[in-house]
């Protein structure tokens, strides 16, 4: 039998059956495709961004960049919102939330006056949509009224969030742009106007490689192109690191409770970004998000990927003996600190298997080449041998192709330091 | 029934890297230091450094690295026992399976033909000595690319009408295409050495050059002396791979086919017969599979196409009024063991034999008619190297031998002081 656990979590009170959520993009861009997916498994969907603007879009509009002959590291879209008339869309969200009230439909809608957002609002109030997101984020939009341009300017956010508040008591996401400086102070701006939570993050604005045929980038329109966003499983370091800062900043927490936007979790939290696996998204998880949102994974593999989340989510709670989301969810948070507060009192040596090691010499060559020369190579034996000058950065480590070959070993005290108990990763895949 | 392989003569059995498999294998390569399989290849043809130039997305570079250390690197890449060789040094065995260099290696050369590349050149300025080779096999080809990439002038003498020899004469062409042949040797073409074909050279015709190189190969047939060895339908595997090579599906091999060896010799046999239309084609070896010396992989290939092997048995005596109708087995080893079967052919894979090379050169003979060439030297102005001094091994290391035979060549006309 299958193993079944409870994967349900609230989400700014509202029940889902598990965390996972399709991001507002073409994966969820119509009644049918929509209904697919909960079949398939997902809790929800943010439906493709509504606007009023109705977007006319380019031939061809993706790229995708690729290392060693993997695919897909990196996905880069041209898109803009939807390109349905604005009251098609809305019918489509109106029937899913008439048809699948035990799945989660959230419209997704951008505005591009005070008066748009109202109006985009109110409708999604006449739909009866349980939730809304705001898009303050597309990097690609043909004007400095929406998109990107608009989530990092503090005021334009403020006035936004406040627009859709001020006509439906529907708890607001504001949806964030990783194009910031700093994500926590538009965030905070979003709150301020009367946001419930915020998501992040939306594409990233790139190039990801150059045509030499037509000596621009890529995808070629015509002989052109342009800046766009990234997305996939390359953004995932940065959507992290965007999420975790949101979930350390207090000052989100404190405004979220003032505004009644707390419903026992503090500030609500929505990953994205370059989730494909179960891991993927417990990491999001980890660092304080409450549900997590895909676009790449699915656009390259489809739907059916949700099936391997939640088995592989469920069996990992199993594992670690979790009985419920909620005592997951925060658990990395307190563990990433700031870089001045580790401790730099030890080396923790590597250790070499001779019998794994296939006597490759990578780490030898790395070792030498962009670290310490600490690796002398015996060329008779072809095996690595570590001498004096080691300082425990664990390059070889990342660099060794056989598992479980470099390892952790001894752990050294610098001089003059009080040793303390160490914890250290043991296991590596 | 498991499903049997049809195939075409003259189709290649085995299908290449596209740009991204191939960067998928590289990409399983572990970029070795002091890199294993480099040591392991004869010819110096570098594997790890090929490789890490498709890795990084150099394959022009690539091609340039094989074409350089080895003039038949596409050839090579078809027909190389790599299982023997770089592939069995690869460091990858220790985890997994090795990298699949030979493969690799097919598809940087094939991209040099994509490309249209000129990779190899020779000086504008020539040295004044002449250089003769007797022979267009790999061992010939290999040395005369390297005297000619050094500046000297150099003319191959060939009896057949096409260069080659095994390449182009021998081994099928579903392992290895006569276009991928044609190919290497237009690189040996480019750096300007002569070629004169129909050429049956004999001693004297060498006088006038200042250094020559032997590279004649084993060309002799080496038959059993049993009963009714003289009547039509007997081939040696040689007399038997040429005909078929020269004349293609016109070529009849006969309905019922024997091949009599272990090697990837007579794997060769079998299949030509098979592709080129016979009905039943078997293999006879005399000891076992485990003893044979041939490649498993080839075997297996023979399998596929609906070839039999019988093992333990030795011919006896061959039967027919004045052609083969029959032949007739004894056990090996086992005495009780009897075996007779029709046959229209009979093809004896039981290795080549040297022909008489002091009528080719006044150089000295060894066993079995070898030429005696210790580091490509036989003597004087006289070198050799290849088949006809190690006694038949592989290609790469003919074209390893024929390369270290130029070098000799190259020391000698120094010392001698022709310019
Ligand atoms: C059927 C077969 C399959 C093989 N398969 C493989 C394989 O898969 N992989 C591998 O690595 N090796 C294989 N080998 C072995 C390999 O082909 C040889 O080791 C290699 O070709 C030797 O090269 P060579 O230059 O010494 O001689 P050859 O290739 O024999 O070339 C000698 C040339 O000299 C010419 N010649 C001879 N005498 C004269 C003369 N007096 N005047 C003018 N020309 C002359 C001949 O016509 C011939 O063209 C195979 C051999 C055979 C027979
Ligand atoms: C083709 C494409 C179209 C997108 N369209 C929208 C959109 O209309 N509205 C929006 O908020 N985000 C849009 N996004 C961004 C995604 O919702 C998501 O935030 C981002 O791609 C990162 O997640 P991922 O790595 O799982 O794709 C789009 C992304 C892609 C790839
Ligand atoms: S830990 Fe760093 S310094 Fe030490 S052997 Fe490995 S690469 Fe070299
Ligand atoms: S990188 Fe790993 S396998 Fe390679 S030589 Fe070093 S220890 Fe051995
Ligand atoms: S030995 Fe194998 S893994 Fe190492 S460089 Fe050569 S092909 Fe790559």
């Not at chain 1, 790229?63 to 041209?78: I, S, V």
């Not at chain 1, 962009?370 to 095996?383: L, S, T, V, Y």
């Amino acid at each position: 039998m299958a193993i079944k656990k409870d994967l349900s979590v609230n989400y700014l009170g509202v029940k889902c059956q598990n965390p996972f959520f399709l991001s507002s993009s073409p994966v969820g861009g119509n009644y049918d495709m929509v209904r697919k997916c909960y079949e398939t498994g997902w809790a929800g969907c943010f439906f493709k961004t509504v606007g009023i603007f109705v977007a006319d879009e380019c031939s061809p509009r993706f790229d995708q960049t690729n290392k060693e002959g993997l695919p897909w590291l990196g996905f880069k879209n041209m898109e803009q919102i939807s390109d349905k008339p604005t009251e098609q869309n809305f019918e489509y969200i109106y029937r899913l939330v008439r048809d699948y009230p035990e799945h989660v439909t959230v419209a997704t809608i951008m505005g591009s006056s005070e008066e748009e957002w109202k109006q985009l609002a109110k409708m999604c109030d006449e739909a009866g949509v349980p939730l809304i997101e705001g898009n303050f984020s597309c990097p690609q939009m043909t004007s400095h009224d929406m998109g990107s341009d608009v989530g990092t300017n503090n005021e334009l956010v403020e006035k936004y969030a406040r627009a859709v508040t001020s006509v439906t008591d529907i708890p607001f996401i504001a949806k964030m742009t990783p194009n910031c400086k700093n994500m926590e102070e538009h965030a905070r701006a979003a709150i301020k106007g009367g946001a419930a939570a915020v998501s992040a993050i939306n594409t990233i604005k790139s190039i990801t490689n150059l045509d030499f045929e037509n000596m621009t980038a890529m995808p070629v329109v015509n002989g052109k192109s342009s800046i766009s966003g990234y997305s996939g499983a390359a953004v995932k370091p940065i959507a992290l690191r965007f999420c975790t800062q949101v979930q350390q900043d207090e000052e989100i927490h404190k405004l979220v409770k003032e505004k009644g936007f707390d419903f026992g979790y503090g500030h609500e939290m929505s990953g994205i970004g370059g989730i494909e696996t179960w891991r993927d998204a417990a990491e999001f998880l980890a660092v304080g998000c409450r549900t997590v949102q895909v676009t790449t994974a699915i656009m390259q593999y489809g739907y059916r990927i949700v099936e391997d989340m939640i088995s592989g989510l469920s069996h990992f709670m199993d594992e670690r003996g979790f009985d419920n989301l909620d005592q997951f969810i925060g658990c990395a948070l307190p563990n990433i600190i700031p870089a001045e507060e580790l401790n730099r009192d030890f080396r923790l040596l590597p250790k070499f298997d001779d019998k794994k090691c296939v006597g490759c010499g990578r780490c030898y060559v790395s070792c030498y080449d962009a670290a310490h020369q600490a690796i002398d190579w015996n060329e008779k034996k072809r095996r690595p041998e570590l001498n004096d000058n080691c300082v425990g950065c664990h390059l070889c480590l990342n660099v060794c192709p056989v598992q479980g070959c470099i390892t952790p070993g001894e752990i050294q005290w610098k001089e003059g330091r009080e040793p303390v108990d160490v914890k250290f990763k043991k296991e590596y895949i | 029934m498991s499903k049997v392989v049809k195939a075409k003569y003259t189709a290649e059995a085995v299908a290449g890297f596209t740009h991204r498999t191939a960067m998928e294998e590289a990409a399983r390569c572990l970029l070795c230091h002091d890199a294993p399989c480099s040591q392991g290849c004869p010819a110096g043809t570098d594997p790890a450094k090929f490789i890490r130039s498709i890795r990084f997305r150099n394959v022009k570079g690539a091609a340039e690295t094989i074409r350089e250390n080895n003039i038949l690197g596409g050839s090579c890449a078809r027909v190389c026992p790599y299982d023997r060789l770089c592939e069995e040094a690869c460091s990858r065995c220790g985890i997994d399976k090795p990298i699949q260099i030979g493969k690799l290696q097919r598809y940087a050369i094939e991209q040099e033909k994509v490309f249209k590349m000129k990779i190899l050149k020779a000086p504008a300025k020539k040295k004044a000595a002449k250089v003769a080779c007797v022979g267009a096999g790999p061992a010939s080809l290999a040395a005369a690319a390297e005297l000619a990439k050094a500046g000297y002038r150099v003319t191959i003498f060939e009896r057949e009408e096409k260069a080659g020899g095994v390449l182009t004469y021998g081994i099928v062409p579903s392992r290895l295409p006569q276009a991928v042949v044609d190919h290497d040797i237009a690189q040996v073409k480019g750096l300007g050495v002569k070629f004169e074909f129909g050429k049956e050279v004999k001693a004297a015709d060498l006088e006038e050059y200042d250094a020559v190189f032997v590279g004649t190969g084993l060309w002799g047939a080496n038959l059993p002396k049993i009963e009714g060895i003289e009547l039509a339908g007997v081939y040696s595997a040689v007399d038997f791979l040429k005909a078929a090579r020269t004349q293609k599906n016109a070529f009849d091999p006969g309905k019922k086919v024997l091949v009599v060896g272990g090697g990837d010799v007579a794997v060769d046999c079998a299949v030509t017969a098979k592709l080129l239309g016979a009905e039943d084609v078997k293999i006879v070896y005399r000891r076992t599979l485990e003893e044979a010396p041939g490649n498993m992989t080839e075997f297996q290939y023979a399998l596929t196409l609906g070839i039999g092997i019988t093992t333990g048995m030795a011919p006896a005596a061959i039967k027919g009024a004045d052609k083969v109708e029959a032949v007739e087995f004894k056990g090996f080893r086992d005495e009780a063991a009897q075996l007779v079967l029709s046959a229209d052919t009979i093809v004896f894979a039981t290795g080549q034999t040297a022909e008489d090379q002091t009528a080719v050169a006044p150089v000295k003979v060894a066993d079995k008619g070898l030429i005696k060439a210790p580091k490509g030297k036989a003597g004087g102005k006289f070198f050799a190297a290849g088949d006809i001094v190690n006694g038949g091994k592989t290609v790469v290391e003919a074209v390893a031998a024929g390369k270290e035979a130029a070098d000799a060549m190259i020391a000698y006309l120094e010392k001698k002081g022709v310019k």
